[in-house]
């Protein structure tokens, strides 16, 4: 049943394709002879008012075209604050490291206050170390220790040969003995030492 309906609507199709294939071929012959019949400055006219009119799909290709372009502005000005926001996660990342690097330096210190009893110190390094000095970042670690040190001795009014002699004594290093010698000749820096050791 149903291929007799698939066959009755593929005949009825020929049949209209035929029709109008013959419906066509008279028109045209027809628009054939008034083609030649009509003057070369109206082809010429109409030529030209038929490439002014747009089709419908103009329009579309249009709006694509100003999407597309849109699209490569934006995409070209993200591009731009990616390679801006390079250099800023770099001295972002550098910015880490030196807190990094210098609340290890604090830490170190305070291990050597703390060990010699140097409460005022201690408790200044302990606040020292969540506020690095930022102009500080360029330094490599002994400038740097030397800063802290510079500012603690500063801060709490400890001589900085006294600081120094506590941090070489705990270390164990050789430069205790030299530092020891110059202390010695100043009785106020023994008396100091010996408040600490007793």
Request: proline fraction near 2%.
């Amino acid at each position: 049943m149903q291929n007799r309906q698939h066959i009755r609507y593929f005949f009825l199709q020929v049949v209209f394709i035929h029709f109008a294939v013959q419906n066509s071929k008279s028109k045209f012959s027809i628009d054939f002879e008034k083609f030649h019949e009509d003057s070369q400055e109206k082809n010429d006219n109409d030529i030209k008012a038929l490439d002014k009119t747009k089709c419908s799909i103009d329009s579309d290709i249009e709006e694509i075209n100003e999407i597309y372009t849109k699209f490569k502005s934006s995409l070209k000005d993200t591009c731009e604050v990616v390679r801006n926001l390079i250099p800023t996660c770099k001295e972002i990342d550098e910015l880490h490291k030196f807190q990094e690097k210098w609340y290890l330096e604090c830490h170190k210190l305070k291990i050597v206050t703390t060990y010699f009893g140097l409460k005022a110190q201690s408790n200044e390094l302990t606040l020292l170390a969540k506020k690095p000095m930022i102009e500080k970042k360029r330094s490599n670690d002994e400038n740097l220790r030397y800063s802290i040190i510079e500012y603690i001795c500063e801060k709490t009014c400890l001589d900085i040969q006294l600081m120094n002699l506590f941090i070489y004594c705990y270390n164990e290093d050789k430069k205790a003995g030299r530092l020891w010698k110059s202390i010695k000749q100043d009785p106020n820096k023994v008396n100091y030492l010996a408040k600490k050791i007793i």
